[in-house]
Each structure stands twice: as C-alpha cells, then as structure tokens.
Nanobody
C-alpha cells in the first residue's frame, strides 16, 4: 500500500518561508514522478511544482513550476529518505491553500494534470497572513 504523508504546513506572515515535506512508503520512491498541488477554498486543485523520477527519460525536464511560484518555490527530493520537499520563500497571502503531494508511477514527464497522479497524500495547510 502506497502512503504519502505531508508535513511542515502552518501559519506564516507574508514574506516568510516554509518547507513542506512528504514521506513516501510502499513503493520505490526514486522511480516516481512527484508533484506538489494546492487547493484554496472554493478553487480547483492546481499544479504547483513537479520533479521527475530516476527512470524518467532525460528528455524531460528535471523540474517544472507553475508561473505563480516560479523563482519563489523549489522542489527537491531525497531518494535515500523517500522524501519530497517544497521550499517556499517570499510567501504571499494568495499562497494560502492546502498543499498535497502526489506520485505518478508511469515514468513519463512531469504532468500538471491531477488525474495523472495515482497516489495522493492528505494535505497540509499553509496560511499566509498579510
């Protein structure tokens, strides 16, 4: 059984930083394409950042970001710890959302479409105050 467990969310002032973590178990983590998505109240879940797996062709980008977070957020992974990270800097009130990590086992490039991701965590809340 594949499990994804996020942590690291919380309340932060605008301009501050947070680092989210997602621990994955039940599957070879290094092979998975991983993504971070977020969902604000009343809005659809949206792609935030993605990182390719070790079996994904180098033809595809190593990482990919939504325009809204480019230059402020950094996605990374530690395959030895089965952990995905999202480092967030210069946070804005509009970054307030529940953040979900997701795993795509298909070895294709990073997708921004939620339905491509087979496994999901339960989310961690991020609140950015103005």
């Amino acid at each position: 059984q594949v499990q994804l467990v996020e942590s690291g969310g919380g309340l932060v002032q605008a301009g501050g930083s947070l680092r989210l973590s997602c621990v994955v178990s039940g599957r070879t983590f290094s092979n998975l394409v991983m993504g971070w998505f977020r969902q604000a109240p009343g809005k659809e879940r949206e792609f935030t950042a993605g990182i390719r797996g070790s079996d994904t062709s180098s033809y595809y980008a190593d990482t990919y970001y939504a325009d809204s977070v480019k230059g402020r957020f950094t996605i990374s992974r530690d395959n030895a710890k089965n952990t995905l990270y999202l480092q967030m800097h210069s946070l804005k009130p509009e970054d307030t959302a529940v953040y979900y990590c997701a795993a795509d086992p298909t070895n294709r490039g990073i997708s921004i479409t939620p339905r491509r991701y087979e496994y999901w965590g339960r989310g961690t809340q991020v609140i950015v105050s103005s």
